[in-house]
C-alpha cells in the first residue's frame, strides 16, 4: 500500500471514528462514578438533531453546538433524577432514554430530512477529541476531584463514610456523559455526514458503550480502541473494493466479539476487574443505609 | 419552599395496591404527556390522541392487527420474567430471537419444497433451540467467569443481527430474489396458520397464550418456579434451602432464550413466511419495557403488550393521518417506561415532599 | 489543664429497644492507653461514636482538654485532634495507599508535603508504606498501618483504636504495641476499645469496664487480675443450674476433628482446628463474644460456607463436611441462623410457602416437581398451633410476623422435621420474655427426646439455663468443652477474654 493511501486510510479513520471517542469518553466518566447509562444511542441522536434543527433555523454554529449540549445535559439530568434521586433501576432508565431519544430525534427532525447545509471541517474536532481525552486522564490521576469521582466508583458507602457526596459527584458525571455524546452527535450531523437522517448513528452508541468496557475504563485506550473499531470498520468497508470476497458482516462483529472477550477476561481474575471495573457499578446508593 | 427531593419512609410491607395502580399510572401519565406534546406540535390533542390510541383499533383488522404485534411482544416478556425475577438483567432478547428465527426459519427453508404437518413444530423447536443456546451463552459466561449479563447478552444482539445479516445476502440469498436480500419463501407447511380469513392475526397467538400459561403454572405450582422465586428474592435463603444457584441461572436464561427465539419464529413464519434484514421492530427491547409495564406478572404482560402494541399501531397512524414519523410510538414507549420507573418506588416507599428551609 | 484528657459526666444514650449508655461517668489520664472493656451490647461502641461526632448523647457532657466537646461529625472531631481507627476499614482497594491518604486527610496537601510527612511518620513510629500500592495487595496489618497512618497525618492527641486486633497475626499485633507504646511516649493518649482480656493486661494503664450500659469500674490495671476483670465484665450470678442430664446416652451424633477455613480476607475469621462432639440428647453452647467466628462456624455446621475445609466433620459415619445444606437435611439435620428475614425466611413470601424451604426427608410437600399446596398449608397450620405464632393465618407474609413470632415458627418448622440434630444461633436474640421462655421450652423438649443440639449464642444466661455442656470460641479457635454445672462465671469470662483455664 502506498504511503499516500495509507495517509488517506488513516485520515478517514480519525474522521470516522470522533463521535465514538466523544460518546465512550463521556460514558467512561459515567461509569466511573459507578452508575451505567444506556442511553447513549438516544442521547447521541438528540444531540444530533438539536444542533442540525439549530443550525438551519438561526444560521450560527456556535448556537447549534450549545443547543446541542444543553440537550445532552437535559437528557442525561432526567437520567440523573430518575436513577439518582428516584433510585430507578438503572439498566431499564437507561433503555428507556434511549428509546425515548430515538423517537423524540425522529420527530424534532421530521421536516430536515434532506435539508443541506455547510459542513464544517472535521479536524477541529478529531483534536478536540484528543484534547477532551488527555484532559479527562489528567483530570482523574491527577486532581483530587478526580480521585474522588474514582473513590465513589470504587465504594460509595465508604466515600459517604468520609464526607464526599455520592449523588453530587454522580450527577456531573451523568451530566458531562450526556454533553459528550450530544457533542459526538452534533459532530456527525454538522461534520461528518453532514446532514439529519432519521436514526443517522446506526448503533454507533452501542459500539461507544462495549468500547469504554474494551478500554477497561482508562481514558487512553478509548483512543486506542476506537482506531481499532474504526480501521476493522472501514476495512471491511473496502473488501469488496479490493476484490476480497471475506463476508463483511464477520469484520463487523468484530468490536462486539472482542469486547465480550475483554469482559470474559477481566472477569474471571476477579482481581483484574477490581482494578479495571468501577467495584460500584449499576448498585444504587441509598444514603444511610 | 418545597424541595424536589423526596423524603423516602421505607414502607413495612410492599404496598400491593400500588403495584396494581403503578402501571396505571404510568400509563395515564403517559397519555397526558401524549397530549401536550401534540398540542405543542399543533393538533387538536383529542383528535391526536383519538388517531393515536383509538382509531387503529376501531376494526376488525385494527383489533388483529393488535394481536399480531402483541403475540411476539407478550411471549418474549413472559420469557424475561424468568431472569428479571432472579435479578438476571437478559437485554439480549433481540438476539435470543433472532437465533431463534435462524435456527426455526433454516429448518423451514431446509423443508421448502416438502409438505408435512410435523414440519412446523420442528421450526418451532427450532426457533426454541437457537434461542436458548443464544440465551445460555450469557448465562455460561455468568456462571464460570462471573461475567456482567448485562453487557454480554448487549454484544451478542448485534452479533445475532450480522449472523443473520450474513445468511440472508450470503449462502441462504433467494437465488430467484434478484440482489434483494431475502431467503426464498418457507413452504405451505412451514407457515403460521392463519386464525380468520382476510386477517393476519395467526397461530402464534395461541403459542403466546400457551407460553403464558406455562410460566404462570411454572412459577405457581412448581418446586423450579418456587426455587426461582426463593433465587431472587433472597439468594441468601435460597443457598439456606439448598437450591443450586447456577443451575437456577442456566434455566432461566434457557426458558428466557427459548421463548424469545419461538417469538422470532412465530415473526418469521407468520405473516411474511421467509428470512429478511430487519425481522424485528426493537420487539427484544421493546418486551423489557412490556415486562416491567406487566410488573412481570403473566396477566400483567398480556395487558402490557395490548397497550405496548397499540403504540406501534397508533404511530403508524399517526404518520399516515397527521404526517408525524412513525417513531413517535417510540417516544410513547419511552415515556411509559419513564414513568412507571419514576413511580415505582411507591411500592417501596411512601413519599415525604420536606419543606426546604 | 491538669492531667485529665478526657472528662466524661452522666452520658446517656437510648435507642428503641434499649439504652446503651446509662450515666456513664470516668475519666482518661493523659499519656496512658485506657482501656474500654466489655461484652457485645455493653454500650463501648455507642460511647464511642458519640465522642467521634456520629451520634449526639441524649444526656451528659464530654469535657476534652477542660473544655466542653461538641462535634457533629468526624471530620469535626478530627479538627479538634480525636482520631479514629475502626475495626472495618474504610479504604478503597483499587487506589494506592497515597490516594487512599489523600482521600481521608480534610486538608488540602500537596503531594510533595504529602510525602515528606508520611515519610516522617514511617520513621518515627515504624509503620512502613510503599505509596504506591494498591490497597488490595496490602495484608490486614498493613491496611491498618495505612489507617493510622492516616490518622496521624492530622496529628490527633487522642486516638480511639476499636477492636483493633481481631484482623492481625501475632506479629502484627507487638508491631502494633509498640507503635502505640512509642505515640504515648510523645504525649498521645489512646482509647482502647476491646474485649480481649490478654490485651488489656499487656498493653494498658488503665481500665473503664462497661457492662448493659453502666460503667461498672475504671481503675489502675496493678489493681486488677484477668480473674477480676473477666468476673467485672460478665458481673453475674449464675442462678442454679436446672439442666437435667440423665437422658444423655453415650451415643455420639457429630464429631468434628480439627476443621480449619482460611478466609483470606479481612473481613472474616479464620477457623482453626475446631474440634467437639455431641452426644444424643445433649445440648451444646459455643459461647463467644460477636465477631470472633460464630457466624463462619455456624456456616461450617450448616453448608452454606465451607468452600476449603479442612478437618473431618463425622455423623453416622459420614463426614458430612463438604456436603451442601440440602444433602445435609436430607439425613435429618436442621439449621436455624441468626438472621431471619431474608435467611430462615423469605420476607416477601407467605408462611405456607415459607415452609418449603427447608425440606426434610420423607416429606410430602412435591410431587414430581408440583407442589402440593394443601399438604404445605397443613404443615403451616401445624407450626403455627404447636408454637402459638400468632399471626392472622398461615397466608400471612413473613415480614409482617413479629421478630418472635416469626423466630418460633421457624424454630418450630424446623422441630417439626424431627431432626436427629439441629444448630442453632442466637435463637433468641431480639425476641420478647414469653416468646425467649418457649423457645428454651422446647429446645430442652427436643433434647430430652434423643435430639442432639448445638447452641451458638452471646447471651450466657440463655446457655447456661439450656446447656449441658459449653465451650468458647475465641478468635477463630474452640475451647475444650466443660459441663455446665461444673464451671463457674469467672472461667467463662477468662474463655471469652481470651485466656486459658487449665
Known sequence: MSFDVLIGVIQIILVATTPLVFAAIGELVTEKTGVLNLGVEGMMLVGAVTAFVTLVITGSYTLAFLVSLLSGALMSGLFAYLVLILMSNQVATGLALTIFGIGLSSMIGKNYIGTPIQGLNPYFFVALSFIIVFLVSYFFYKTKLGLIFRAVGESHNSSHALGYSVIKVRLMGIIFGGCMCALAGSYMSICYAPMWQENMTAGRGWIALALVVFATWKPGRILVGAYIFGGVSILQMNLQAWGVNFPGQFFNMAPYLATMIVLIIISSNRLRIKLSAPASLTIPFFKGR | MISFIPELEARGNPSTTMNFLVPVIAVTLTILTGSVIFAMMGFDPLYALHTFFISPISTSYGISELLVKATPLALIAVGLAFCFKNNLYNIGAEGQLTMGAVFGGGIGLLFYDTSGFWILPLMIIGGAVGGALWGLIPAVLKVRFNTNEILTSLMLVYIAILILDYLVVGPWKDPQGYSFPKTRKFGDSGRMPLLFSGLRVHFGIIITLIGVFASWFIFSKTMLGYQLKVSGYSPIASRYAGFNQNYLIYTAFIFSGAFAGIAGLGEVSGPIGLLYRDISPNYGFTAIIVAFLGRLHPIGIIFASLVIALTYLGAEDAQLFMQIPAAVGFVFQGLVLFYLLGTELLVNFKIVFRKNL | ?502
Open chain 3, 1 to 502: 489543664m491538669d492531667n485529665l484528657i478526657l472528662k466524661i459526666d452522666n452520658i446517656s444514650k437510648s435507642f428503641p429497644r434499649v439504652k446503651a449508655n446509662k450515666n456513664v461517668t470516668f475519666n482518661i489520664k493523659r499519656n496512658t492507653v485506657h482501656a474500654l472493656l466489655g461484652e457485645n451490647g455493653a454500650g463501648k461502641s455507642t460511647f464511642v461514636k458519640i465522642l467521634y461526632g456520629l451520634l449526639k448523647p441524649d444526656e451528659g457532657k464530654i469535657l476534652f482538654n477542660d473544655n466542653l466537646l461538641n462535634v457533629q461529625s468526624p471530620s469535626e472531631a478530627r479538627q479538634k485532634k480525636i482520631g479514629m481507627v475502626f475495626q472495618h476499614f474504610s479504604l478503597f482497594d483499587s487506589l494506592t495507599v497515597r490516594e487512599n491518604l489523600i482521600l481521608g486527610i480534610d486538608t488540602n496537601m500537596s503531594f510533595s508535603n504529602l510525602q515528606k510527612k508520611v515519610n516522617e511518620i514511617s520513621d518515627k513510629y515504624q509503620l512502613p508504606l510503599d505509596l504506591d500500592a494498591p490497597i488490595n495487595t496490602l495484608s490486614a496489618g498493613q491496611k491498618q498501618r495505612v489507617e493510622i497512618v492516616r490518622i496521624l497525618l492530622q496529628d490527633p492527641e487522642l486516638l480511639i483504636m476499636d477492636e483493633p486486633t481481631s484482623v492481625l497475626t501475632p506479629q502484627e499485633v507487638e508491631s502494633l504495641f509498640k507503635t502505640l507504646n512509642t505515640l504515648v511516649k510523645e504525649g498521645r493518649t489512646i482509647l482502647y476499645i476491646t474485649h480481649k482480656l490478654e490485651e488489656v493486661i499487656n498493653l494498658c494503664d488503665e481500665v473503664t469496664i462497661l457492662r448493659d450500659g453502666s460503667v461498672i469500674e475504671s481503675s489502675k490495671l496493678e489493681n486488677e487480675t484477668a480473674e477480676s476483670l473477666a468476673t467485672k465484665m460478665l458481673g453475674k450470678k449464675l442462678s442454679e443450674i436446672k439442666t437435667d442430664y440423665s437422658h444423655i446416652s453415650n451415643q455420639i451424633n457429630l464429631k468434628a476433628e480439627n476443621l480449619s477455613l482460611n478466609f483470606n480476607d479481612p473481613f472474616f475469621t479464620d477457623l482453626k482446628n475446631i474440634s467437639f462432639s455431641v452426644k444424643e440428647g445433649e445440648i451444646f453452647g459455643i459461647a463467644g463474644v460477636a465477631g470472633n467466628g460464630q457466624s463462619e462456624l455456624m456456616s461450617l455446621l450448616t453448608g452454606e460456607g465451607i468452600r476449603g475445609v479442612t478437618g473431618s466433620l463425622i455423623y453416622n459415619s459420614v463426614d458430612i463436611k463438604n456436603f451442601n445444606p440440602k444433602k445435609r437435611r436430607d439425613m435429618s439435620i436442621a439449621f436455624v441462623p441468626e438472621n431471619r428475614l431474608g435467611h430462615s425466611a423469605v420476607p416477601e413470601l407467605t408462611l405456607s410457602e415459607n415452609i418449603l424451604i427447608s425440606q426434610f426427608p420423607n416429606n410430602n410437600f412435591t410431587n414430581n416437581g408440583i407442589i402440593n399446596h394443601s399438604n404445605i398449608d397443613t404443615q403451616a397450620k401445624k407450626v403455627i398451633d404447636q408454637f402459638n405464632v400468632v399471626t392472622p393465618g398461615i397466608d400471612a407474609k413473613a415480614s409482617s410476623l413479629s421478630g418472635g413470632n416469626l423466630q418460633k415458627f421457624v424454630i418450630g418448622r424446623e422441630i417439626l422435621t424431627k431432626p436427629k440434630l439441629l444448630i442453632i444461633s442466637h435463637p433468641t436474640w431480639g425476641i420478647d420474655a414469653g416468646a425467649e421462655h418457649a423457645i428454651r421450652k422446647s429446645l430442652i423438649e427436643l433434647a430430652k427426646n434423643g435430639t442432639s443440639i448445638i447452641v451458638i449464642s452471646q447471651d450466657l444466661d440463655e446457655l447456661f439455663e439450656i446447656s449441658h455442656s459449653i465451650s468458647v470460641i475465641f478468635n477463630g479457635q474452640l475451647s475444650k468443652s466443660y459441663e455446665t454445672k461444673n464451671i463457674s462465671v469467672s472461667e467463662i469470662g477468662l474463655l471469652m477474654g481470651g485466656k486459658s483455664i487449665d
